[in-house]
């Protein structure tokens, strides 16, 4: 049998490569999954959501094998899975869905109703979302298989566009669902919150959607001098101008059709001063106050049940100050949750294939060893403006 090696969660701010379990066909109370597969990792990419497990501000274990962006080759196929064959290409979903429940069969797969005991939804190697092991190693086990992974066309073609179909799996899904949520199509003015890359992921798909003007905020300069490289307009909330007055420089007007929060719970105050503090609501409160009236917010950003490192007892448990009333009194409508992959993977990956979208360049996919993870997620949580895409066994490297 093959060895395995995976990122393993050691304590706030550590993570290690270890030696790990080689994968079996069973899920995680032990029960055989003949419906699965297990996947020799092609890629597997660090998450802004990875980094606040590591950074402490979750409830996550030590010892939690990290990863729940998937690309892979299938190498073993249970007895039950019909559409699959040793050597496919595929693209794993980072939710785990069961494909058969009221939710998964609504396209709901993102708080399916099965994979979890604890709560609706699940997801590989990450806290509280049923105990999937995750996927930043060289090989990972897949369930219910024929439901959850989508399959490339052509190995050949894939593994040249494998930098952009990386992206499939959460950050290309998840920015454009926060864009089709917040109401993005052609000629609006959009306002994305962060730069980071769901952030930038966000942007592009606006621009795929075909917005007129697509505005990026954030506070970190480096991010934003990639965003405008790369067709975006920018905002800098380090400054003292109000997010309003910066829009209306840009489009004349302090408003927007449209806007995401890219950004979630570990937020930055505006301005000089606070932007070097935490205020885990002023990203939705801004949106509220620059979206137009009976404007869509969508936000793909993640905010979290409980919080270890929150600012205070309220933020301990989620609970924010967020001016509710502003959204009601302009008639906001508000879409959160965990993105709904299988919803939009498809027509994503055709739109990589027929290069309708460039999300690699984007959002700066950086392509790095698994051993050199841990210095990747250290670059990443500094605030480079890169995506660290993790290549366990030089296929990505070879394929270039």
Not at 363 to 377: C, E, K, R, T
Request: proline share 5%; with cysteine; net charge negative.
């Amino acid at each position: 049998m093959a060895g395995n090696r995976g990122v393993v969660y050691v304590e706030p701010g550590k993570v290690e490569v270890r030696h790990i379990d080689f994968p079996e066909l069973k899920d995680p109370s032990g029960r055989k999954a003949n419906h699965g597969v297990i996947l020799r990792v092609v890629s597997t990419n660090i998450c802004g959501s990875d980094q606040h497990m590591v950074r402490g501000r979750t409830t996550a274990p030590a010892g939690l094998v990290l990863g729940h962006e998937i690309t892979g080759e299938v190498v073993e196929v249970g007895a039950d899975v019909t559409t699959l064959q040793k050597g496919d290409l595929v693209s794993v979903p980072f939710n785990v869905a069961c494909g058969r429940c009221p939710m998964c069969k609504a396209q709901n797969t993102g708080v399916c109703l099965t994979v979890n005991t604890a709560r609706p939804g699940g997801a590989y190697g990450y806290v509280d979302m049923g105990g999937w092991i995750g996927g930043q190693a060289e090989y990972v086990m897949v369930p219910y298989a024929d439901f959850n992974l989508l399959k490339f066309p052509d190995r050949d073609q894939a593994m040249a566009k494998i930098r952009d179909l990386t992206c499939l799996s959460d950050i290309l899904p998840t920015g454009y669902h926060g864009a089709v949520t917040a109401g993005v199509g052609p000629g609006t003015v959009v306002y994305v919150a962060g730069a980071g890359p769901v952030g930038m992921a966000a942007a592009a798909s606006a621009r795929l959607l075909g917005a007129a003007v697509t505005i990026v905020g954030d506070v970190n300069k480096a991010r934003l001098a990639h965003a405008r490289a790369v067709g975006f307009e920018t905002v800098d909330l380090s400054e003292d101008a109000s997010l309003g007055e910066q829009i209306a420089a840009i489009v004349a007007v302090p408003e927007v059709d449209c806007s995401i929060d890219c950004v979630g719970f570990e937020a930055r105050g505006h301005g000089h001063s606070g932007s070097q503090l935490e205020a885990p609501a002023t990203v939705l409160n801004s949106l509220m106050e620059i979206t137009k009236v009976a404007g869509r917010v969508g936000i793909p950003g993640l905010y979290v049940t409980d919080d270890p490192g929150g600012v205070d007892a309220a933020a301990k448990q989620g609970s924010l100050s967020v001016r509710l009333g502003l959204g009601w009194a302009k008639s906001h409508s508000f879409f959160t949750g965990q993105t709904p992959v299988m919803k939009y993977n498809q027509q994503l990956m055709q739109a990589i294939l027929w290069d309708r979208i460039n999300i690699a360049e984007v959002v700066n996919v950086n392509v790095i060893s698994l051993d050199d993870a841990p210095q990747g997620y250290a670059a990443f949580d500094s605030g480079v403006s890169k995506k660290f895409v993790i290549d366990p066994h030089g296929l990505i490297q070879r394929a270039a």
